[in-house]
């Protein structure tokens, strides 16, 4: 990850400004600003996708779960039953 102390901040504004201008600062903070939202809502888009599978995933391993725990419960009650006789 890119991390930027407050001296190597500077230097990069001074640049921007430099290269492009105080006029056209604003026009830039509002495309990266615009990107950063379509990124954020593309980023949110495949995290519900995929929370949308693996709930169907999820589900299906609780009802295994749920049949296992059941059966399990059987056997143990026949055991104790012959355990008893």
Sequence with gaps: MLFLSGGEL???V???LLFFGADAIPGLARTAA???REFK???DDIKQEFENHTADIKKD???L???L???TT????KIEEELKD
């Design 10 to 12: 500077i230097v990069v």
């Design 74 to 77: 059987d056997i143990k009650r």
């Design 41 to 43: 809502k593309a980023t």
């Design 34 to 36: 615009k990107g950063m």
């Design 65 to 67: 779960s749920d049949k």
């Design 61 to 63: 391993f609780d009802k």
């Design 69 to 71: 725990e059941t059966g």
């Design 14 to 16: 001074f640049f921007i």
